[in-house]
């Protein structure tokens, strides 16, 4: 099952480095008068990265509020 595992992992690798090549062109963005250049790829990872903590920040929230409304806080 080890090598199922090891395979998947170098599959995903193996798409995410294919994204990367392939989307190397150069994206602007612009917030609050600020302006960045960088390749799409650069771009999509970093929301992701976002989206991952900003997800994870709300449903933590969402979790302690749900505990603390029951009371069955620890």
Do not use: D
Not at 15 to 33: A, D, P, R, W, Y
Not at 54 to 73: D, I, K, N, P
């Amino acid at each position: 099952m080890r090598y199922v595992y090891i395979g998947i992992v170098i599959f995903a690798l193996a798409l995410v480095m294919l994204f990367k090549v392939q989307n190397l062109t150069s994206v602007t963005i612009t917030l609050l008068g600020m302006s960045m250049t960088m390749p799409v790829s650069v771009l999509v990872f970093g929301i992701y990265l976002l989206g991952m903590f900003t997800g994870g920040a709300v449903w933590s929230l969402l979790r302690t509020s749900f505990r603390e409304a029951t009371g069955s806080g620890t």
